[in-house]
């Protein structure tokens, strides 16, 4: 079974799942998901991982497990609107289609520093990685995925406002996973063949451009 570590739910969950062309209710009973959906959500992270694996294929990926949790927790990061955000991290945030939700998977693990020359660098505080849902219209900011090291959320998209989709890795293989918020619901899957070079998705695509300085 594919392990990640979670501190909260003692296993993280990575999941991928989809189903309807029109993107409405992605998840399905038998688990099957269309990997066309994967593709056309996010075409940068698998053009990245195929020449990355070797014969790569998006319909190789294995449902691994599902859970669901009473409540989301809190979030340790502010919203865009509070005051003290850094809005150098306004870019990198990612919006619902409408703008009024965006998920976070910077700002609990990076802040922004500036180096010798002026120029900024993002800095590195914390080994663990936490996702952050936010409610703009609400102010609320929810806690829905976390992981420690060994393991990274490395971007995410919307399927619809209730859905979304976070793209990592985890222990030399890749994973997705989705989440459907009203049911704080989890599915995981992951591919099952290791990568042949460790390369790292965030500096190299994501966050392209910014200088990093890690822990």
């Not at 660098?121 to 060994?150: C, H, S, Y």
Request: glycine fraction near 4%; charge should be negative; proline fraction near 4%.
């Amino acid at each position: 079974m594919f392990k990640i570590y979670k501190p909260v739910l003692l296993k993280l969950a990575v999941i991928i799942l989809l189903a309807s062309c029109n993107y409405n209710n992605l998840v399905t009973e038998n688990k099957q998901f269309d990997p066309n959906i994967i593709i056309h959500l996010n075409p940068h992270w698998i053009a990245f991982y195929q020449n990355r694996i070797e014969n790569y294929s998006s319909d190789k990926f294995v449902f691994d497990s599902t859970w669901t949790v009473r409540a989301w927790l809190n979030g340790n990061v502010l919203a865009d609107s509070e005051p003290g955000f850094d809005h150098n991290f306004s870019p990198y945030l990612i919006y619902s289609k409408d703008k009024s939700q965006y998920l976070d998977l910077d700002s609990y693990q990076y802040v922004f520093d500036q180096d010798s020359t002026g120029h900024l660098i993002l800095m590195g505080t914390e080994p663990d990685q936490e996702v952050n849902w936010v409610n703009r219209k609400t102010g609320e900011v929810k806690r829905i995925a976390f992981t420690g090291p060994g393991s990274t959320y490395e971007d995410a998209r919307w399927i619809n406002n209730e859905e979304v989709i976070l793209f990592g890795k985890a222990n030399n293989r890749v994973f997705i996973e989705v989440i459907i918020l009203p049911m704080k619901k989890s599915i995981l899957y992951v591919y099952p063949d290791s990568l042949q070079r460790n390369d790292n998705y965030l500096q190299k695509v994501r966050l392209k451009g910014i200088k990093f300085e890690e822990l």
